[in-house]
């Protein structure tokens, strides 16, 4: 059994569901209903090729404690309807944890993708997500080898954990026909000439909830937008919500858009001359494509990226913010370390193993 619901949930799925399929291992998928808009749930199982998951719980927007609560009440009792050998979350959202404790309560093992990634940063509602999911898990599935590094420092047990490559890499290999055909037509369609705009993302709670954060990003934005080159904001609803609230709307100078899909969303990343972000999915995809990428927190999951020259760290200083956008341009050499984009297979032979009994490792 699955568990999902959050949107980059829906692409990580996407390529493990693929390689199960292609090892006979049925699979029910659970969405528990933590993202419902059509543009961040249903249009990534359409684009992706995703099936339409057997169960939605429609849990929905509430505070940790009561999302988590009604998310762990719910799949315990698909769970212990459906009998799963094993349960398999992914991430790091309050949909993995309610999936992974709620599998664990019920003696059904759990399988982790994307293990082992700390911020090192408890104030992270996914932080404690992750602390929680890897020390109740039976396989760990660590994309990269720092990920390894953290597992071994908290005491797994070396014969759980599996280093796999990242799912995200395998998905940006299996749709890159798909996004770089769009290209042409998109950029004709937001008037972007190539390599001469930013794409931003935002998110965090960190920085929606924290008004001078987000005031001095919205700052920031503009005054690339006004002074270096266009900026084209994909607004996450969490961060639409909290814009509103604050009234903050900046000089209009930014490009504010809705939440667009995963093929969208690469053709733009690849058109980019940086991305501003502060996504642990956006970090590696740009990496992937090889822009150049500012990160707008203090810490990140994915040092790799910061390693090989893709990454920087501003967090969300107005000056550190520019200054990164104006120096980013450019192509560069994409990280290694994150596998060779067959993650899925590796992670769908692990399960099979297992199932026949095998030691993983
Ligand atoms: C969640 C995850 C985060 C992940 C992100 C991916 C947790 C704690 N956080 O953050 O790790 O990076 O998803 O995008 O699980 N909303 C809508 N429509 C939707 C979904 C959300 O309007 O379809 C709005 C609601 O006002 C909601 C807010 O966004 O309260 C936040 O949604 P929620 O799922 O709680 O957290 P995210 O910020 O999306
Ligand atoms: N994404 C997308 N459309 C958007 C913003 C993001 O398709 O408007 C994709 C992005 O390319 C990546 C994933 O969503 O594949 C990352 O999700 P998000 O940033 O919501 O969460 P995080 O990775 O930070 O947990």
Redesign the pocket.
């Known amino acids: 059994m699955s568990i999902v ?5 829906f692409i990580k799925a996407a390529m493990v569901s693929a390689a199960l399929a292609g090892r006979e291992i049925g699979e029910v998928m659970v969405h528990t209903g ?4 059509y ?3 249903k249009l990534f199982f359409e684009q992706l090729e995703l099936a339409e998951p057997r169960y939605n719980l429609e849990i ?3 505070s ?1 404690g009561a ?1 988590t609560g009604r998310i762990l009440e719910q799949v315990e009792r698909v769970m212990m309807s459906e009998e799963p050998d094993m349960v398999i979350v992914y ?7 309610g999936g992974a404790l709620a599998a664990a309560k019920l003696h059904i093992p759990v399988a982790h993708v994307e293990a082992g990634l700390r911020s090192f940063n408890r104030r992270m ?2 932080e404690i ?1 992750r602390l929680v999911t890897d020390h109740v898990s039976e396989l760990l599935f660590a994309p990269t080898g720092s990920a390894v590094m953290n597992l071994r420092s908290e005491g797994i047990a070396e014969s759980k954990i599996i280093v796999t490559g990242d799912v995200m890499l395998d998905a940006v290999r299996r749709f890159e026909p798909l996004f770089l055909r769009e290209r042409g037509r998109l950029f004709q369609m937001l008037d972007l000439t190539e390599r001469c705009y930013f794409v931003a993302t935002i ?3 960190e920085n ?1 909830d924290d008004p001078l954060r987000l005031r001095a990003i919205v700052d920031a934005l503009d005054e690339i937008a006004m002074k270096i080159a266009p900026v084209v904001w994909a607004v ?3 961060t ?2 909290r814009l509103e609230e604050m009234s903050l709307d900046g000089t209009g100078a930014v490009r504010m858009i809705d939440p667009v899909g995963y093929l969208e969303m690469q053709t733009l990343l690849t058109g980019a001359r940086a991305v501003l972000t502060d ?3 956006v970090q590696k995809e740009a990496a992937f494509h090889g822009v150049p990428t500012i990160t707008l927190r203090e810490e990140t999951e994915w040092p790799e990226t910061i390693t090989a020259g893709c990454n920087v760290l501003t967090g969300a200083d107005r000056e550190k913010i520019v200054l990164a956008a104006a120096d980013a341009s450019g192509r560069l050499t994409p990280p290694a370390g994150f596998g060779g984009g067959n993650a899925s297979g590796m992670i769908a032979d692990a399960i099979t193993a297992w199932k026949c009994g095998e030691e993983p490792g």
């Open positions: 619901g959050a949107r980059p949930q933590q993202h419902y808009d543009g961040m749930s929905g927007s509430s940790h999302q991430g790091d959202t309050n949909s993995t944890l509602p996914e997500n998110h965090r709670a929606t996450h609803p969490r639409r919500k996504s642990g999915g």
